[in-house]
């Protein structure tokens, strides 16, 4: 089995990248399931039920999340009823929606999908390490297939999650911090791990953001209201080979394409 997973989508550049490439990946490559991270698929920040769904029509089979989730209207409501779009789920638990989901690949194998927050400074309600465990072991009864997207600033925080989770899932993958890390591996229990797997999106940019606005914040301290850059588009993931039978990972690959 082959699983995509896509870098944080920032805003509409990097849903025309998603939209132009991935139907030819899917093709090329021999993908059977597509995981996006799509928290900031909304003009740079946040998602919207409306963009959601477009993702899912484009060809991703299940959306991760992350700190942002809420920055949109109508989100709420979407995530309640919502099986392929999941947000952290270390967030409060009286909060709508869902830490984990189960989609089916291209051939109906299901495929565990499970999205955490790191805590250096994105201070979830609660720590990742007090619900992975549980998360894990609910979706493991489902399918031994499981990918882990730890959403978080800290290097440190993604490795050990990695190295906790070593041989009783398929991968975890980082995501948030928008720059693709060097350090895909495969471990020794058999779990695939990368410390970021990038953006999706324009980078010509600070991070997706129009690099003089992102400056002068910096600079000045002064509130800044950011925009979308546009310039330097590409595709950023990981294809993780796995054995549906066992969900032992073989292989992990980073994706960098330019758009268009």
């Given at each position: ?13 990097g849903?025309d990248?998603?939209e ?6 899917r ?11 799509g928290?900031n698929?909304?003009?740079g920040?946040g998602?919207?039920?409306?963009l ?5 029509r ?15 209207d ?5 995530l309640?009823?919502s ?38 400074w994105l ?8 619900v ?10 489902s ?5 882990v997207?730890?959403?978080?600033e ?14 009783r899932v ?6 948030h911090?928008?720059v ?6 495969v471990?020794?229990?058999?779990t ?10 324009p980078?010509d940019s600070v991070?997706?953001v ?15 209201r ?9 595709l950023e993931g ?8 066992t969900?032992?990972?073989t292989a992990?690959?980073?994706?960098r394409l330019?758009?268009p």
């Amino acid at each position: 089995m082959k699983i995509l997973f896509v870098g944080d989508i920032v805003g509409r550049p990097g849903r025309d990248a998603l939209e132009g490439l991935l139907p030819g990946l899917r093709a090329e490559l021999g993908i059977d399931v597509c995981i996006a991270n799509g928290e900031n698929v909304a003009d740079g920040i946040g998602i919207t039920p409306r963009l959601a769904d477009h993702l899912l029509r484009s060809g991703v089979d299940a959306i991760t999340l992350g700190n942002h989730t809420w920055r949109r209207d109508g989100i709420a409501d979407y995530l309640a009823s919502s099986t392929q779009v999941v947000r952290p789920a270390n967030l409060s638990a009286t909060t709508p929606g869902r830490g984990l989901a189960i989609v089916e690949s291209a051939d109906g194998t299901p495929v565990a999908v499970v999205n955490v927050l790191g805590s250096l400074w994105l201070e979830p309600a609660g720590s990742m390490w007090e619900v992975i465990d549980g998360l894990v072991e609910e979706a493991r009864r489902s399918t031994p297939v499981v990918v882990v997207d730890v959403h978080a600033e800290a290097t440190s925080e993604k490795i050990a999650l990695s190295t906790w989770l070593d041989g009783r899932v398929t991968a975890v993958v980082g995501t948030h911090t928008h720059v693709q890390t060097s350090d895909g591996r495969v471990l020794a229990g058999g779990t695939a791990a990368i410390t970021d797997v990038g953006m999706t999106g324009p980078h010509d940019s600070v991070l997706g953001v129009v690099s003089e606005l992102a400056i002068r914040r910096m600079r000045t301290g002064m509130p800044v209201r950011f925009e979308t850059a546009s310039g330097g588009v590409r595709l950023e993931g990981a294809v993780i080979t796995c054995d549906p039978e066992t969900g032992r990972a073989t292989a992990i690959e980073a994706v960098r394409l330019p758009w268009p």
